[in-house]
């Protein structure tokens, strides 16, 4: 299975021990996500882009008057956030795939053939010793 399919199932039909560690490791790790996303990503991508600031992107949609606040519309927070959620979900689907994984191995292995009883050993030996004779 590709990564991208086995990531689509993951995202689209987790079962809840998934959703429950996406849950977890994405509290966890959420704040050092964002400081990546914000502090390492984005100002390369700002800057290749003209030294454009994400977060300040936004559409004024209703000038300020006097001490009325201008009313905006912040898609650049929105594309932020985005990617921290897109970063988020990579790390956590590998962390799942990387369980799973080791689940798997677990399960192939064979078990070793349950002992059988003393007394089917004793009757398989007396069948064998009756059939000699």
Known sequence: MSMMKEFKTFAVKGNMIDMAVGIIIGAAF???????VNDV??????????????????????EAVGEQAAVTLNYGNF????????????????????????????????AAPPARPKEEVL??????????K
């Open 41 to 62: 990503i984005m100002p390369p991508i700002g800057l290749m882009l003209g030294g454009m600031n994400f977060t300040a992107l936004k559409v004024t949609l209703k």
């Open 30 to 36: 959420g704040k050092i996500i964002a400081s990546l």
């Open 79 to 110: 594309i932020q956030t985005a990617v921290d959620f897109l970063i988020i979900a990579l790390v956590i689907f590998m962390v799942v795939k990387s369980i799973n994984r080791m689940k798997r191995k677990e399960e192939a292995a064979p």
């Open 123 to 132: 009757l398989t030996e007396i069948r064998d010793l009756l059939k000699a």
